[in-house]
């Protein structure tokens, strides 16, 4: 079974740091594009990060640049996101899904599987 489980959401303050975990089950990373989206109340998802595993090369969303870091764990079939100087427009449910191919890879549609998303709230 294709799997996708985010995990490292909660609350913090403005300012502060939070780690989020992608970790895939039943298939390997090796051939894919991982994304990270957000999701807030009334809003549309939007494109966060994304890495293309094959290369490591790595891209963001003008909102996130220079806070936000996509790494991966090839051992523990994982992508990561670093999230660092938090704001409180931060504030979303975060998605990380896998697609096949690179194309577009800032729309959501363009992903094969998702995972259910992880709070991260961020409030003083």
């Known amino acids: 079974q294709l799997q996708l489980v985010e995990s490292g959401g909660g609350l913090v303050q403005p300012g502060g740091s939070l780690r989020l975990s992608c970790e895939a089950s039943?298939?390997?990373?090796?051939?894919?594009?991982i994304g990270w989206f957000r999701q807030a109340p009334g809003k549309a998802r939007e494109f966060v990060a994304a890495l293309r595993w094959s290369t490591g090369n790595t891209y963001y969303a003008d909102s996130v640049k220079g806070r936000f870091t996509i790494s991966r764990d090839n051992a523990k079939n994982t992508v990561h996101l670093q999230m660092n100087s938090l704001k409180p427009e931060d504030t979303a449910v975060y998605y990380c899904?896998?697609?096949?191919?690179?194309?577009?890879?800032?729309?959501?549609?363009?992903?094969?599987?998702w995972g259910r998303g992880t709070q991260v709230t961020v409030s003083s």
């Open positions: 039943g298939f390997t990373l090796d051939n894919y594009v």
């Open positions: 899904a896998a697609g096949v191919t690179f194309w577009q890879y800032t729309n959501p549609g363009r992903y094969d599987y």
